[in-house]
C-alpha cells in the first residue's frame, strides 16, 4: 500500500471518527447523569440528517407531527404528576414547553417548506424538532422510571429504539435520501483533498467538544450537570431536580445525534435504519471510555473510525464485523482490570 | 422551646418504616427559630432515619410542616427550597469537583447576589475552606470535608440545618472547632437540629435534646436538664459503672 492510500484511509477514518466521538461523547453524558444507556441516540441521527434532508427537499417531515404527538403525551403526564397542585402558573409552563413550542416549530416547519428557505434554516428546524423529541422522549419514557435500576433502563431505551425506528420507517419510507453539502469549496494540500463537508465537520466536532468543555467548567447549569453526575443524592439536597439534569442531558445528546446527522447526510446515503448502526459505533468508543471518560471515548472515537476506514478497504464485506470485534479485548481488559462492578444502590 | 412561640419545623406521630419493619415510631419534634435541638441516642436507634424522613429523602407517615406550611408532600428540592438544609452522615459531596464549585452549587437555587453574601459568610466561618479553595473536595481532609459538608448546606442560606453526626471519625481538636462553629450560627440566624453519638458535646451546645431508642423517643427536655438525667448519664455520658438498662 503507498503513501496516498493510507493517508486518504487515515483522513477518511478521523472525519468518520470525529461524528462517532460527538455520539460518544453524547452518550458518556447521558449515562453519567441519567444512568441511561442511550440506545435511540442513533434514532437522533437518523432523524437530524432524514429531517433536514426532506426539508431541503420541500417537504414537511413527519417528525415534526411526532414532536406536537408527544408534546401533547408530556402536557398530559405534567399534569397528571402535578395533580395535587395545579398553580395556573405550572400549567402555563407546561403548556408553553410541551404544547405551545412543539406547534411553533411545525407552523414554522409546513410555512417554509417549499418556500426553499436558505440551508442554515433549515438545520435550525431540524435540530429544533429533534431537540423537542430528545426532551419529550426524556419526560413520557425516562423521567417516570428515573428510579429504577441500568437494566430497567437499557430495556427502556431498547423498546424506544425499535419504536423510533418504525417511526422513521413511516415517515421517511425506505428508500435512502441525501441532503445538499453544507460547504461545496474544496482544496488539496499535497496527495490530500479536503471538502468543505469535511472540514465542517472537524470544526463542529472541535466547536462541541470546546462548548461542552466550557459548559461543564464555567457555568451553574454545567456544573450542576456535572454535580448530578458524581452524587445524585448530594445533588438534590442542594436543590438541583434530578428531572432538569437529565432534560439538559437529553436536549444536548438529541442535538448532538441530530448535527451527526446533518453532518454526514451530504456524504452518505442515509435509510431509517442506518442511524443505529452510526450510534453503535459511537457506543463502542463510549464503552471503551468506560462511559465515565470524555477524552478516553473521543480518542476511541477516532481509533473506531480509522479501524473502520482500513477495514473497508482491506475487507470491506467484514467492516462492520472487524469494528465491533474491538469492543471484546477492550471488555476482557476492563473487567481485568476491576473484577466486579456492583450496580449503584437507589 | 417557649410554649406560645410557633415552631420552624414540627413534625408530629411520624413513622418511617424499611418495608414492613418500622425503624422510628410515632416520634414528634419541635424547632424554633435560633434554636439547637440535638437528638441523641445510641448507634441504630432511627436517629438518621427520622433526619432523612424530615428532608423527603426516605417516605415519612405523619406530618411535617416547615415554617407553617405542611411539606409532608414536597419532593427534596422543593423542602431545600423551602429553608431545610440536610448535612447528611456521608456527606454526599461532589468529590470530583473543587471546594469552590461544591460552595456555589450550594447556592443553586438562591440568586446570584446572594450567594455572593453567602460565599463571604462561609468563608468567615471556615477560613480553611477559602485556602483550600481550588482544591479537589475528595482529597480534603475528614475534618475539611465536613466543614465543605457545612458550608455548602450553608450556602443555600438555611432556615434550619440538619446536621447528621458531624464529628463522626474526626480527630477531638476539629470536632472541638465544629461545635464552636454550630454554636456560631444560632447568632447568624439560622437553627439546628443535630444528630449526635457524642452526647457530652451536643448536650453542651443545645438548647433542648430529645433523647432516641428503639425508634422512638424515651425523653426530652432542655439540655442541661438531659444532661444530668440519671438514665441519659447511665447511657450515654459514661458516668455511671453500672449502667441499668432502659431499653
Redesign the interface.
Known sequence: MNTTIMLFLVQDGITNGAIYALLGLALVLVFAVTRVILIPQGEFVTYGALTYASLSSGQVPGTARLAVAMGIVAFCLDLFAGR?SLHPRLVGRAFAINIILPVVIFALTSWLAGRHPPIAVNIALSLSIVAAIGVFLYRIVFQPLAHTSVLVLLIASVGCHLALQGFGLVFFGAEGQRGPTIADVAFTLGPLRFTGQSITVYAITIAFIVGLWLFFGLT?YG??L??TA??R?????????TTLSGQIAFLLASVIGAISGILIVPITTLYYDTGFLIGLKGFIAAIIGGLVSYPLTAVAALVVGTVEAFSSFYASNFKEVIVFTLIIPVLLLRSLAAPAVEEEKD | MNPGMSALLSVSDAHVAYGKVEAVRSVSLEVGDNEIVTIIGANGAGKTTLLNAIMGILPLRGRVAFAGDDIAKLEIEDRVAAGLSLVPEHRELFATMNVEDNLQLGAFRIAKATAAKSFARVYTLFPRLKERRKQLAGTLSGGEQQMLAMGRALMGAPRLLMLDEPSLGLAPIVVADIFRTIGELRASGVSVLLIEQNAQAALQIADRAYVMELGEFILDGPAKDIATNQRVAASYLGFQHEATSVI
Open positions: 395535587r451553574l456544573k450542576a456535572r454535580a458524581i452524587n443524592l448530594g445533588a438534590r439536597l442542594v436543590g438541583i431536580r
